[in-house]
């Protein structure tokens, strides 16, 4: 079972970090294994099994969950808040593909060849507008591959609509995503107060999401926002460039 990146308190990609073991309750600390023999024969009910790690307050303090784990949910729970969101719908993608995308009809036009950048709004892009006109932002950071996968590519060309109804999408290389320690999993974040984590199988299927308003969750969508954001690559340019190597 797959880790899930919480954060850390390290600037150079050291320990001390936080993760959570996904469908159990539980947690892993990473941390500098203790070895002063004082503090070890203090130490009580030790099993065979177990070690012990520093772990500073600050790692706890900014990360720790303070409430009950979120239920897995299906994501048209969260449909209502793409229109009430008050200010700010960010998303981060960091899959390869996405079956949604391949079970769409438009697919098919995009393996045959079609140019897929001009389709007429859906519903989606006329929320997008929508909600522009109030003032509020779409935004998202994709990541990428390097090459781009097939589902990357198409992910590229029909994303030039949703640019064009109002939606900031930019891109970044999984290599720089790595190195900024950015999360491994999808999410939205509304308003920097609420998280929306993706589910999905093996096949790229979203299976729903867990939403929380845990701050410690938050709190962590909102760091991996400001660092992608910062360099992130805007769609036009992106395209430009995949263009280029063809």
Not at 224 to 230: K, M, S
Request: charged letters at 30%.
């Amino acid at each position: 079972m797959t880790l899930r990146f919480i954060g850390t308190t390290s600037d150079d990609g050291d320990c001390p970090t936080l993760y959570e073991i996904p469908e159990t309750d539980e947690y892993l600390v990473q941390g500098d294994r203790e070895t002063d023999p004082q503090h070890l024969v203090s130490l009580r009910d030790v099993k065979p099994s177990e070690t012990f790690v520093h772990v500073p307050r600050s790692l706890l303090t900014r990360y720790a969950p303070r409430t009950p784990a979120p239920e897995l949910v299906p994501f048209s729970d969260i449909a209502p808040l793409f229109r009430e969101f008050r200010h700010t719908a960010w998303r981060l993608e960091t899959r390869r593909g996405y079956a949604s995308d391949r079970n769409s009809p438009k697919w098919a036009r995009f393996l045959a060849g079609e140019d897929i950048t001009q389709d007429p709004d859906n519903s989606w892009r006329e929320n997008v507008r929508a909600q522009r006109a109030q003032g509020k932002r779409f935004e998202r950071v994709r990541l990428l591959e390097e090459p781009v996968t097939q589902g990357q590519e198409f992910l590229l060309a029909s994303g030039l609509g949703n640019v064009a109804a109002g939606e900031d999408i930019r891109h970044l290389t999984r290599t720089e995503a790595e190195r900024l320690r950015l999360p491994d999993y999808d999410f939205w974040l509304f308003d920097s107060r609420l998280v929306a984590r993706f589910a999905f199988d093996e096949d790229d299927t979203t299976l729903g999401v867990y939403v929380t308003e845990d701050p410690a969750e938050v709190l962590a969508a909102c760091q991996a926002r400001d660092a992608a954001w910062h360099h992130a690559t805007r769609t036009e340019d992106v395209v430009g460039q995949v263009r280029s190597t063809v």
